[in-house]
């Protein structure tokens, strides 16, 4: 983060929505209007705008480790599309339970989790896998609840991020109450603040989420508190079945200055302005300046889940026209036209995306269901009586079948499930 940049206001915010107009568009598409921030259009020129620029000072400075930077970011967004890929196949391969599909969202995801310090914290839906992977989850782990065999795939405190939540738009919540966490430890001096703020906590959440009471509950008490908040949405178009115009006739970052809270809108397919977005948003949020909405225009390319069948409900052409914006192929034209990918480089990205797959692969193949009655370790953290009895007329459930196993307890509940 540029040491040299000041925060930013709400009013600063509201004004650069209208300034952005111009330089963001380079289209007549309505899906990008209303001053959308953007610096890649969708052939991967880079077009200039001031107020974001100042935010992407490592990546344009035309320095050996700008190239590397602008890399990484490329590297990152197809690690992430053949994750999804290879776990999409498994899935299909009967190796894991469900899969939700991250396709079309790579910018997005990689943006914005690289605008994040070691020290912020993160509160996800069930699709945020790119996220996941740039705060250290392994691709073993991110897959370990989809097989069917954990509740929580990592430790949040290891990463700093917690496990998905399935519950539509419950991590907003928890994503305030974090943050007015940070913001107390601040305020008693628990916590030092750095050069650049406090930690902040970015909670992502989609189009559908926002129309739960979660997500505006959220917004009360984070424009009330003023936390230290990003509520990210990617707005990928379809909450399952539902189109966002049908939920929605206005853009969602409108739903913002409702609540007190300021919004921005970008294209969630161009890598560097969500980057240069989230920077800016995350900087007011350290240091004082408050939530900020950024809603991030994107589409998913896939069906919701594997589960779900996107050709009932959602017409090719669409899907067509947005193929043309694909966050990848936008950002490897731009490198390209700059001499910054060469196929040398394009060929030891791939391979290193192949073995991540193929390392995840071997992974969760090799992983072992764990005993039957584990499910009922670590409800509480003490001994409870309604948790004993349900694990007892379980395992009495189990004994029941001659193929059971001799030892369906584990050693925790064996040794303590007399006295629960």
Known sequence: MPSTMGSTSRDDLSRAGGARAETASGTTDETYADGTARLLDEKGVRHPDPALDRWLTDVDAGTDEARAALLALYEDMVVARR?????????????????????????????????????????????????????????????????????????????????????????????????????????????????????????????????????????????????????????????????????????????????GVPGVRVDGNDVLAVLAVTREALHRARTGGGPTFVEAVTYRMGPHTTADDPTRYRDASELDAWAERDPVARLAAYLRAGGLLADDDEARVRAVADAVAAEMRAGVVALEDPPPLSVFDHVYAEPHPTVAAERAEHAAYLAGFADTDDDITTGDDAAQGADR
């Not at 605008?115 to 992977?133: G, I, Q, T």
């Not at 601040?186 to 902040?200: H, P, Q, S, W």
Request: hydrophobic residues 45%.
């Open 83 to 259: 994750i999804d890929a290879e776990a999409t196949a498994l899935q299909r391969q009967g190796e894991l339970a469900l899969w939700p599909p991250l396709q079309g969202q790579e910018a997005a995801q990689v943006g914005s989790a690289t605008a994040l310090r070691a020290d912020d914290f993160v509160f996800s839906s069930y699709r945020e896998h790119a996220v996941a992977r740039k705060r250290g989850v392994t691709p073993v782990d991110l897959l370990r609840v989809w097989r069917g065999i954990t509740a929580s795939g990592w430790d949040p405190y290891a990463v700093n991020m917690a496990t998905p939540q399935v519950i539509i738009g419950a991590q907003a919540l928890h994503g305030v109450g974090y943050a007015l966490g940070i913001q107390a430890d601040a305020e008693r001096g628990v916590v030092e603040a750095g050069d650049d703020g406090t930690a902040a906590v970015v909670a992502y959440v989609g189009d559908g989420a926002m129309s739960q009471g979660d997500v505006n509950e959220a917004f009360v008490f984070a424009a009330t508190w003023q936390v230290p908040l990003v509520l990210f949405c990617q707005n990928n178009q379809w909450a399952i079945s539902e189109p966002v115009t049908l939920q929605s006739p206005v853009p969602l970052v409108q739903r913002a200055s409702g609540f």
